[in-house]
């Protein structure tokens, strides 16, 4: 069961103009909590104005072994966003010596390391959980190769130039490193532009052997991720092999329900949560989740926009529509999660398990 501990910040370092790196201390009687895989995330909690600001950001530090007592520090990276309540209290406030309330790991966009090829696409910040699968695979597994390609507006945009160049240093054989800048010409390397569809359709295959990859990682905005799963799977890369993140999704109108869906006047959900089931009636617009934290305010979340997955939970019995989906697999939907904030019943009774 997710929960929350206070850890008390030991650096704030900052990696561009806008985006900073804060480093967390574990105490002893919390490692083990704060054990993780490479590429989970972390969520950071704070009261501003009465309510509750959660916002969700990746660990770039290398996962701890898998013996041992887990991570004495945590890192997460943080890039501001244009009136963010939690970026620009991060990049402008939190200070070495602070205490803020962190939710232990979470998040299925992961790599348990193995021998193999394996490639990264990503665009800005969605560097950060790429970094620790990188960093965590080459030190672990001597007979892994990883190929980074990644996307930013200027190199001083860039977050973690030196941690990447790093990497570099230290693998020169294993680590293979291409940067595109959107918006400046590079001395040397490939020319400006994005990476869209047609791009990387062209520009993969020149890369590396693409069918030869044992697990494609795309993070950051959704139009990239989404261009690059098209281009590759356009390559013929199974789905199957292919891991998604996304870190930014525009705000839009929530999907429309399908013709036909009935939406019952009264609606009742159970919801079962660190071992304790409840039941409550659902009040008009409010999805799983929001009905469950008006009983049960300890439910996983973080985002509420269909991102992060950390509602994540097993649909037991009943009808949900959910709005937004951008964090579940097919084959998580297929074996029956959803995403409680952006699920709404359609039956008057649901039922769902946060805890499977």
Same mark, same amino acid.
């Given at each position: ?28 009687? $919390?490692? +083990?909590?704060?054990?993780? %895989?490479?590429?989970?995330? &972390?969520?950071?909690? =704070?009261? /501003?104005?009465? *309510? ?84 965590? $695979?080459? +030190?672990?597994?001597?007979? %892994?190769?990883?190929?980074? &390609?990644?996307?930013? =507006?200027? /190199?001083?945009? *860039? ?198």
């Amino acid at each position: 069961m997710a929960r929350f501990h206070p850890l008390q910040v030991a650096a704030v370092d900052r990696v561009t103009e806008d985006a900073v790196a804060l480093t967390l201390t574990v105490p002893p009687a $919390l490692r +083990a909590e704060f054990r993780h %895989a490479p590429g989970q995330h &972390l969520t950071l909690r =704070r009261r /501003a104005e009465g *309510t509750d600001v959660r916002r969700t950001y990746s660990i770039c530090s290398a996962a701890p072994a898998p013996s041992g007592d887990g991570p004495d520090t945590l890192r997460v990276g943080v890039r501001l966003v244009e009136g963010g309540a939690f970026s620009t209290y991060a990049l402008k406030e939190i200070a070495a010596g602070d205490v803020l309330d962190v939710m232990t790991p979470a998040g299925r966009f992961t790599l348990d390391p193995a021998p193999g090829r394996y490639a990264a696409i990503v665009g800005g910040s969605g560097i950060t959980p790429v970094l620790s699968i990188a960093a965590t $695979l080459l +030190a672990r597994e001597p007979e %892994a190769r990883f190929c980074l &390609l990644r996307g930013d =507006r200027t /190199a001083a945009s *860039t977050m973690f130039l030196e941690e990447v160049a790093d990497l570099k240093d230290r693998y020169p054989d294993r680590f293979q490193l291409v940067t595109v800048l959107s918006r400046e010409e590079q001395q040397a390397g490939l020319p400006s532009g994005r990476l869209d569809r047609d791009r990387l359709t062209a520009l993969l295959p020149a890369l590396l052997p693409v069918d030869r990859v044992e697990g494609w990682f795309l993070c950051g905005p959704y139009g990239l991720v989404e261009g690059a799963e098209k281009a590759l799977r356009g390559l013929g890369v199974a789905r199957a092999r292919i891991h998604q993140e996304i870190f930014h999704v525009d705000s839009g109108t929530p999907a429309a329900p399908a013709p036909g869906t009935r939406t019952p006047a009264h609606s009742t959900v159970t919801a079962r949560l660190d071992g304790r089931g409840g039941s409550w009636p659902v009040q008009a617009g409010e999805s799983v989740l929001d009905t469950v934290l008006r009983n049960r305010p300890d439910a996983p979340y973080a985002c509420k926009g269909g991102v992060c997955g950390t509602c994540r939970a097993f649909l037991v019995a009943g009808e949900v529509r959910m709005d937004r989906n951008y964090a579940l697999e097919r084959e998580e939907t297929e074996a029956g999660y959803v995403l409680a904030c952006q699920s709404h019943p359609v039956t008057e009774k649901v039922e769902v398990d946060f805890d499977r």
